[in-house]
């Protein structure tokens, strides 16, 4: 569940967290309202939009035939490193 505080009680709001469990709307006069998450949820958020642009980009190799049998990509590492 969200909060929503504005820009006046962000200060005092964000000095009494000891964590932020939820995402926090903060309300803003005339401008784009902000949302304050934690840095753990941010950087889950940053992985996972990776994640899924690599699964998105590997679906589209996939459907285009660009792919290589295990076998093949492990009988070539031996060759090139020695395994």
Known sequence: MQREITI???????????????PIIVKRKNKQDLV?????QYKKQIFLEKLS??????????????????????KEMRAKYGY
């Open 53 to 74: 642009s690599k699964l998105e980009k590997s679906k589209k190799e996939v459907a285009h035939g660009k792919v290589h049998s295990a076998r093949t990509i492990f």
């Open 8 to 22: 006046n009680e962000l200060k005092d709001e964000v000095d009494s967290l000891d964590e932020v469990n939820e």
């Open 36 to 40: 304050v998450i934690s840095l753990e």
